[in-house]
């Protein structure tokens, strides 16, 4: 099973900062199959990349992925005070899928 | 527009039952896998199961293996979790989420708002 460590734990910006948050794998994942969603508070998760670099339908351009093989990047560009959120990794390319725990997201 | 919406959640003993079933519209449901997903009280996300379009393929975590079981109907837009054997471990919310694959690989591009369920005596 591949397990994902996620930094830092918790995030802590102004709006207009940006926001890099990483996720660690302990395997390659293949093909990038790396996903990122944002949970807002008492809400469902919301796919936000796939394919470590894809940004899902509607998703604004300031979220944006990057890596491969075992070190993958969400940056937000310019952060808003709606996205106080945690944001995990997901890596879907071998059995089982895997989440990350998460790193939250604070807006000063 | 894509829309989920799952019931069946509840309290129950341990050792007990639940079925929780997803009202899926908005898609054209059988070409989609569809997956369950949950979350322990202020924990992370854990996969659980999926299932694909047509029906004839089914996954699950190892924790659930034996007691949960995974099916559809495309006929009535519908997918179900059959959960017996609960134990405490098992409470959370549970999320129906959709893929965007009619198989694999396992993503979910779009998810409901989640039905509770307490596992406790």
Redesign the interface.
Known sequence: EIVLTQSPGTLSLSPGERATLSCRASQSVSSR?L?W?Q?KPG?????LI?GASNR??GIPDRFSGSGSGTDFTLTISRLEPEDLAVY?C?Q??S????????TKVDIK | EVQLLESGGGLVQPGGSLRLSCAASGFTFSSYAMSWVRQAPGKGLEWVSTISGSGGSTYYTDSVKGRFTISRDNSKNTLFLQMNSLRVEDTAMYYCAKGPYSSSPILFDCWGQGTLVTVSS
């Not at chain 1, 809400?43 to 796919?47: N, V, Y």
């Open positions: 199959y996903a969603y949970q809400q469902a998760p919301r796919l796939y899902a339908t995990y997901q879907y390319g059995s089982p899928v895997t989440f990350g725990p998460g």
